[in-house]
């Protein structure tokens, strides 16, 4: 089956910014949306953003709209995050998933990544 690897994830301080990379192989991700996701300690996977295939669509959740920013390069294979704006709040492992619909619901995404940790120092 197919493989995503995240990269790009440490800690930062509060207001700075990172960007985050999703690599994909071992399978034809064309047609496929891709999604993040983040989970902090003792909470629940929350949806961050998803972009379409062709990445004309986007979405994001409330909290990170304005501030991150969902991409991607199919020749590369490969999705990005870039965090702007950086808050505590948004401590968390990161996910990449991918999807052939897309949208924020993660039991509907058919590929993971392990995750990669991004920490905001107040």
């Known amino acids: 089956q197919g493989q995503l690897v995240e990269s790009g994830g440490g800690l930062v301080q509060s207001g700075e910014s990172l960007r985050l990379s999703c690599a994909a192989s071992g399978h034809s991700f064309s047609g496929y949306a891709m999604g993040w996701f983040r989970q902090a300690p003792g909470k629940e996977r929350k949806f961050v953003a998803t972009i379409s295939w062709g990445g004309g669509s986007t979405y994001y959740a409330d909290d990170v709209k304005g501030r991150f920013t969902i991409s991607r390069d199919n020749a590369e294979n490969t999705v990005y995050l870039q965090m702007n704006s950086l808050k505590p709040e948004d401590t968390a492992v990161y996910y990449c998933?991918?999807?052939?619909?897309?949208?924020?619901?993660?039991?509907?995404?058919?590929?993971w990544g392990q995750g990669t940790q991004v920490t905001v120092a107040s």
């Open positions: 998933a991918a999807d052939d619909f897309g949208g924020p619901v993660a039991t509907e995404y058919d590929y």
